[in-house]
């Protein structure tokens, strides 16, 4: 390579409705690593950009949730498929955020493209682990099936960049919802990256969303949000969970540490039940 | 004759048996199981269909039918006697011309109507010569089963024609159709042939008689009703054998057809043992005293 | 692929019949009713006594808290009446529980679970919610009648359906109680410790099992609440608890207003909390426990659609109509009060249910042929007048049996609407009374459309004769219990609750089970 040449940097932009756009405020920050260097600027998003990914999701979960499990799975395999084509420069791009070792890196995109085939293989199999047939006393066939709840939004940990995101995202679209993820607010750019994989992956548009930004300009905004049915928290932000009240959003929180999320606590066919309703339907038997 | 299509509705069985068990949970008390008890009386058909009756047995019957019990309980007679058609002629002579009790026979190869038209049209009009008033025809099930509807249909105009003044109940048999969606069908195309009344069973095939087919068949009448305008009357016969059972039946009639139903011109019950059992209820009621069946006569 | 927007054909029979008009003569002998005097007519030709219920109970003038095992007078000192809602007149005195007694009965809970309940094992938990089971069945009747004089629903419903359901729900979660680690593969359950339950009014004792049932057989211990209006039953299933010997503080009972519950719903050692009621009481509790770790589930309200497609079973419609409208005088969260009719049977449906509804028999509670009992108090029976009212001035027209009503007590008669949009408040507001609202529809899509039109969503009906169209309407419908052909069954083997703002979790079934273990 030639030292002398010069870099062409990029903006990183925030993926709603599988469009790159920068924010409709046209406000960016500068990302920046572990220690502090500038490394690039990326979109800033309002909630205006919340708004839009909302927008985008609700149409998306219909599309999503019509198609076929087996669908689901192919296409969850094909993400997994392109992270892994793009692993090396998915290390880098981890290793230069948070200024570690390239072999850490690999070893979190290692593990972000085995989640992605791990949940690949849930779409078709969680209904009938977790769903049932129910013996009712009276002369009905009773049965019980897990459903998407339908648009669900995330907040991402800071730490790590990538699993965490990639593994609350797959747990809620295995079932058929979409899902809006607010990034890491420390390390946005590997999520980013991650929207770039996702666009060549054949999930739809509006599937999967990423906003990065200011998580607590948020808050309020998706706990408020009346179109959202569930989110999920990764991120603590104690305050969000009182706002969902407003329309009874099914909210749920994962805690884990850095080392927890690094050794596969992601991985977790419980985490698919968050983001589901149960619906269970009569009908007699007779002739 | 005109062709047109018809819209038979569907029968749900898991919903109508609930819906008919719950008129086996009405609670009859007192006043209204006494009245009640008297009107299934009024509204029964006595029967005996047996290859070994007599006019001797036939007088028995009649008599018992003219007065089932001791006038000091206010009973009323029965509606009818149900007979074969050889006993028609000894059923007419014990109960003469104006009894108020109905000469009923039945009719067209009962109970399986495996014979051709014509002998059916014979015996038809042979049983309303020797005095029956009433014909309980059954349907050819066969027919039904292979979807020859119009054989059915076309039977049973056949036989209303050759009952001249005396009305005629359509027995489908429903034990042998099995679903109630042919007890649904089957109603309908006897009232629309014009049956007088719609009729469970011969009482010769089990199942017979339940509460959830009557309620499909009343039900039919009603649709019948609303769209014709004309009463069709309902007789379930066969296995109703306590007042209880009765009483529920009683209920369903109530409850479905309301007030101008309740009369032994329009609701009949078959039945040969039923009579006592209701006989010794009404006398528990006015004595007291729960009964015992050798003070009942036989009928 | 474009929807299609063909209308569907008119109802068509399964098998279509050639109908051939039967001789002249003979037709013409029948009389015929002209049709605009084609109608039933349900009088009193014949009609049933009196059927009252004679099982004779005892009710306490006076009713203690139940805490730690023992029944003991509320802090305060204070008591309220309970009223009989048929007759107006007071059945006993309830003890006022204030957050004085709510902690002692936390505190009670606590140490129950400390020390004994939360280390008992499966199987000895489960024979005591066997035992229980066993003691509701011994007293059936006793609980019924108690049931329907302090609630005042029929006896027929409280005998036949709210005390056997008791006892099946104790039955069944206590088979549960050492088989969890298989409704959980890969996990291993635990207790969460003590759950805060809170129950309504509308089926006392039934509510009750259905939050005690389950927590007890996940190893929690309880504090529970009833509703002020309705509190006898669960002060007798107190004593069934001492009769078969629970360890005591495993399960307290806290009688009170509004803020009882919110003394058990702010406390802080209180792990779970299960509440069922209202949307709007389920948003105070929502937000009070946010953030407090407490888990939480909501069973709360509802404005379900039951759409009768032109191919349905029409007759057995109506009674998947009245049973879901009229069951418990409405007062059901899952009940099917908007009814959505394809249009070309409306005129059917609405002949049917207008006569079916004059069948049905208003009035004592107690008398064993009811079919729609009292009003549960007098500003329920407000609010539901009210509603109606709104309903007529919006323009929409009445139905009502002909029936007469008690002089004294809170009674409604059994009542539709027609006329009615989706936008008048009878169609988007939950009424909780024996009131329906009726609608139509023209297409499978637009029944969807509109069932889910609505921020509830906890149960629907759907009623046609044909399978492939009862799957997918099962799937559309975005609610947690769909009764296709069917309406107001329910199991303990059956998973019950909402979407959307009916609240979250489930009651029943292996996946009620988890809204009270732990797995991590």
């Not at chain 3, 199991?491 to 019950?496: E, I, L, V, W």
């Amino acid at each position: 390579m030639n030292a002398s040449r010069l870099d062409v940097r990029k903006t990183y932009k925030l993926y709603i409705g599988g469009n790159f756009v920068r924010s409709e405020s046209g406000r960016s920050l500068a990302a920046k690593s572990a220690d502090g260097k500038f490394l690039d600027n990326f979109g800033h998003a309002s909630r205006k950009d919340l708004r839009d990914a909302v927008a985008a999701a609700r149409p998306a979960a219909e599309g999503w949730a019509k198609k076929s499990a087996y669908l689901r799975g192919q296409i969850l395999y094909r993400a997994a498929e392109m992270l892994n084509d793009r692993s090396w420069s998915m290390t880098e791009e981890i290793a230069r955020c948070t200024d570690t070792d390239a072999a850490v890196a690999r070893e979190e995109v290692d593990l972000a493209i085995d989640t992605l085939v791990y949940y690949a293989g849930w779409t078709d199999k969680y209904t009938q682990v977790f769903g049932a047939v129910n013996p009712v006393a009276t002369s009905h066939f009773n049965f019980t099936t897990p459903e998407p709840t339908g648009v669900v939004a995330m907040l991402a940990p800071d730490e790590p960049s990538l699993v965490p995101l990639v593994a609350m995202a797959a747990a809620a679209v295995v079932s058929g919802n979409s899902v809006v993820v607010i990034a890491s607010e420390k390390f946005p750019l590997p999520a980013l990256t991650f929207g770039e994989i996702l666009a060549t992956s054949d999930l739809p548009g509006g599937v999967i969303s990423i906003l990065a930004g200011k998580r607590a300009e948020l808050l309020s905004h998706i706990a408020g949000h009346m179109d959202i049915n569930a989110i999920v928290n990764g991120a603590g932000s104690p305050e969000l969970q009182g706002g969902t009240a407003i329309n009874l959003k099914r909210y749920a929180e994962r805690r884990f540490s850095a080392e927890e999320w690094l050794g596969g606590a992601g991985s977790d066919p419980y985490c698919i039940l968050d983001t589901i309703e149960f619906k269970t339907a009569w009908h007699p038997i007779g002739l | 004759m005109n062709h047109a299509f018809s819209a038979v509705p569907t029968v749900d069985q898991v919903t109508i048996e609930e819906r008919a068990a719950s008129f086996t949970k009405r609670s009859i008390k007192t006043s209204a199981k006494l009245a009640g008890l008297k009107t299934v009386v009024s509204m029964m058909d006595l029967t005996t269909l047996e290859g070994k009756d007599t006019p001797g047995r036939i007088a028995y019957l009649c008599r018992k039918a003219l007065q089932p019990i001791e006038r000091q309980y206010e009973t009323p007679s029965c509606a009818a006697v149900c007979v074969y058609p050889n006993m028609v002629r000894y059923a007419r002579r014990f109960l003469g011309e104006d009894s108020g009790v109905h000469v009923a026979s039945v009719a067209t190869g009962f109970p399986s109507g495996q014979y051709p038209l014509r002998t059916k049209l014979e015996e038809t009009r042979r049983a309303v010569g020797d005095g029956a008033d009433e014909i309980d025809m059954v349907i050819d099930r066969g027919a039904f089963l292979a979807g020859d509807y119009r054989k059915v249909f076309d039977e049973i105009a056949a036989i209303r024609e050759a009952c001249g003044a005396a009305h005629l109940k359509v027995i489908l048999e429903t034990g042998e159709l099995v679903t109630y969606d042919n007890v649904r069908l089957a109603s309908q195309i006897a009232m629309e042939a014009g049956g007088d009344f719609i009729k469970t069973s011969t009482g010769k095939v089990q199942p017979a008689a339940t509460i959830p087919v009557t309620l499909v068949m009343l039900e039919a009448i009603r649709d019948y009703f609303f769209a014709k305008g004309v009463r069709i009357g309902m007789k379930p016969a066969g296995g109703i054998r306590t007042a209880k059972q009765s009483l529920a039946y009683l209920v369903m009639v109530k409850e479905t057809l309301g007030d101008d139903w309740l009369t032994p011109d329009l609701f009949r019950i078959g039945a040969s043992t039923l009579l006592n059992d209701v006989l010794m209820q009404i006398v528990k009621i006015a004595d007291g005293h729960y009964q015992n069946a050798d003070y009942f006569s036989l009928s | 692929m474009k929807k299609s927007k063909i209308l569907p054909r008119k109802a068509t029979a399964k098998r279509p019949v050639a109908v051939m008009e039967p001789p002249a003569v003979l037709r013409e002998a029948k009389p015929v009713v002209p049709a605009k005097e084609r109608r039933l007519r349900f009088g009193s030709r014949w009609d049933y006594a009196p059927a009252p219920e004679t099982v004779p109970v005892k009710i306490d003038p006076r009713y203690e808290l139940f805490i730690d095992g023992k029944f003991v007078a509320p802090h305060s000192g204070k008591y309220f009446d309970s009223i009989n809602p048929a007759t107006e007149e007071k059945l006993c005195e309830i003890a006022h529980g204030d957050a004085t007694d709510v902690d002692a009965a936390v505190q009670a809970a606590r140490r129950a679970y400390e020390t004994v309940w939360g280390k008992m094992s499966g199987r000895d938990r489960g024979k005591y919610l066997f035992r229980i089971a066993r003691i509701v069945q011994e007293k059936a009747r006793e609980l019924a009648v108690l049931e329907s004089m302090d609630g005042g629903k029929p006896i027929k419903e409280s005998r036949d359906f709210d005390v056997p359901m008791v006892a099946a729900h104790f039955f069944y979660h206590g088979g549960w109680a050492d088989k969890l680690q298989y409704a959980f593969p890969g996990k291993t359950p635990r207790p969460l410790g003590v759950a805060g339950q809170i129950i309504p009014w509308n089926f006392p004792l039934l509510m009750a099992a259905w939050k005690i049932a389950p927590a007890l057989a996940c190893g929690n211990t309880v504090v529970l609440k009833p509703s002020k209006t309705t509190s006898i039953t669960a002060l007798h299933l107190a004593r069934i608890f001492q009769e078969a010997g629970l360890p005591d503080g495993v399960v307290n009972i806290v009688t009170g207003t509004a803020e009882t519950g919110a003394a058990i719903y702010h406390h802080r050692d209180v792990n779970k909390i299960a509440f069922t009621g209202s949307t709007e009481v389920g948003k105070i509790i929502a937000k009070a426990c946010a953030g407090t770790g407490k888990k939480l589930t909501l069973e709360l309200g509802g404005k379900a659609a039951n759409i009768i497609m032109e191919d349905a079973p029409l007759d057995q419609a109506i009674e998947g109509i009245v049973s879901g409208i009229y069951f418990n005088q409405g007062h059901v969260c899952c009940a099917g009060s908007r009814l959505f009719v394809q249009e070309g049977v409306y005129a059917t449906v609405v002949r049917k249910l207008r006569d079916r509804i004059q069948t049905l028999r208003v009035g004592s509670p107690l008398d064993k042929n009811t079919d729609v009992g009292a009003i549960n108090s007098f500003s329920q029976l407000e609010k539901i007048r009210e509603l109606v009212r709104s309903g007529q001035e919006e323009g929409a027209e009445i139905e009502q049996c002909e029936c007469s009503l008690p002089a004294k007590g809170y009674w409604f008669p059994p009542t539709f609407l027609t006329n009615v949009t989706m936008s008048h408040r009878v169609a988007r507001e939950e009424i909780f009374g024996p009131v329906l609202s009726v609608m139509t529809f023209r297409t499978p899509e637009e029944a969807l459309e509109r069932a889910n039109n609505t921020p509830y969503g906890l149960s629907a009906g759907v009623w046609t004769d044909k399978g492939s169209k009862i799957f997918k309407m099962v799937n559309k419908l975005r609610a947690g219990v769909v009764w296709a052909n069917s309406y107001n069954k329910f199991d303990p083997a059956s998973p019950f609750g909402g979407y959307k703002e009916s609240g979250f979790g489930r009651e029943g079934g292996i996946q009620g089970l988890s809204g009270y273990v732990k797995l991590n």
